[in-house]
């Protein structure tokens, strides 16, 4: 599918505080694999799931095939968001780009609708629709315009970043050597405007003091929709327990990706390694303040010799560019969660560790749902 495969390279991409926050862990026995997978399956069937970072299959030129259709239904997934625009995407690329993915949708034969606003969710569940949610990480196409945000978000575009992994005009990334600038007066204006717009603030590639001046700044809750916590690995993309504890304050969301950020390697990240980041991230924020963000691809990763070849070819072209991150190299999926309904997996196994039904459900979408409601202007 030429936009999948398009998109695939751009993308990759306090025990205390828990139990002031009403407690993360149930109090209830554990269940046994079996039994999670079961509940999983249920919980999954009823609950909003929703992945803060993904890449689906989309095609502007042709329907999709059926095979493919049905194993994205499969999913369970209820929405999504999905990034548009990169690091080297001029204005008028991503204009065009935004009029490919909706014509994409168009050609979906009804697998997804695009979601502008809160009660499109709904619609797009009651019709039998995926949502999907488009968003920036970079900021290149703004051209350190301002009024630019007000132009994208008309045309659909519901989550910004303020820098992706280098120095942008609005904030230090990751990648910038510290002590860094951090956030600017231009960045300041570029929050503002998001508030004024109803344009969620994602923090995920901005670097840490950036971020905490922007959790500052916003008026309005804060995500982080794709990254790890430091705590567990320690490694730029990763976030502190001081910043997660600023975005969950905030009243945001923290999403937990699959990306090779989560170890040191070199064998591919682990299951138990994915879920140590969410308990981790549960007991820092709170059950209300984690769920999903994948940055991974919804269909299995290929990890066969010429698509790897293709993935490394890619990795090198990142690093070119200045915004590959250390590490970045395993492909990004966590052994386990490499399948279109990952998030039975991700359900089945917070179960076996104790996590009461109504916590999975928050963390499977639940949280980002209360986020965007909380950001996005009626």
Wanted: with cysteine; aromatic share 6%.
């Amino acid at each position: 599918m030429r936009m999948m495969n398009r998109r695939m390279f751009l993308s990759g991409s306090a025990a205390l505080l828990a139990a002031a926050c009403g407690g993360a862990r149930s109090s209830r026995t554990t269940l046994a694999p079996g039994a999670a997978d079961a509940k999983a399956a249920e919980l999954c069937k009823r609950a909003w799931v929703f992945d803060g970072n993904l890449v689906a299959p989309l095609d502007d030129e042709k329907p999709l095939p059926a095979e493919m259709v049905a194993l994205v239904r499969k999913s369970g997934l209820s929405a999504f968001k999905q990034t548009l625009g990169g690091p080297v995407a001029t204005y008028d690329d991503t204009k065009k780009e935004i009029a490919g993915f909706d014509a994409a949708i168009a050609m979906s034969g009804g697998l997804y609708q695009k979601i502008e606003k809160i009660g499109d969710f709904d619609a797009a569940r009651a019709a039998g629709k995926i949502g999907l949610v488009y968003s920036f990480e970079a900021v290149e196409m703004l051209e350190s315009k301002i009024d630019r945000i007000d132009e994208f978000s008309g045309l659909g575009v519901r989550v910004m970043q303020l820098s992706y992994n280098k120095q942008s005009p609005f904030a230090a990334g990751v990648l910038v050597p510290q002590p860094s600038a951090g956030l600017t007066e231009l960045g300041r204006q570029a929050i503002a405007r998001m508030n004024q717009r109803g344009v969620t603030v994602d923090l995920s590639h901005c670097d840490e003091p950036s971020s905490l001046a922007a959790v500052a700044a916003s008026t309005r809750p804060v995500a982080i929709t794709h990254a790890g916590c430091s705590a567990i690995h320690a490694h730029p993309r990763n976030k502190s327990d001081r910043l997660l504890r600023a975005v969950a304050d905030k009243g945001g969301t923290v999403g937990i990706y699959e990306l090779s950020f989560l170890s040191a390697g070199p064998a591919q990240q682990s299951l138990d390694e994915y879920i140590a980041h969410v308990t981790h991230a549960i007991d820092v924020c709170g059950e209300d303040h984690v769920g999903v963000g994948s940055d991974a691809l919804l269909m299995p990763f290929d990890v066969t010799p010429e698509n790897m070849a293709e993935w490394n070819k890619g990795i090198e072209e990142r690093r070119a560019l200045g915004v590959g991150a250390p590490e970045e190299g395993r492909p990004p999926f966590v052994v386990g969660l490499n399948r279109s309904d990952r998030y039975v997996v991700i359900a089945s196994a917070l179960l076996q560790r104790g996590y009461a039904e109504q916590t999975v459900e928050k963390i499977l979408g639940g949280n980002f749902r209360r986020l965007l409601a909380a950001t996005w202007l009626a």
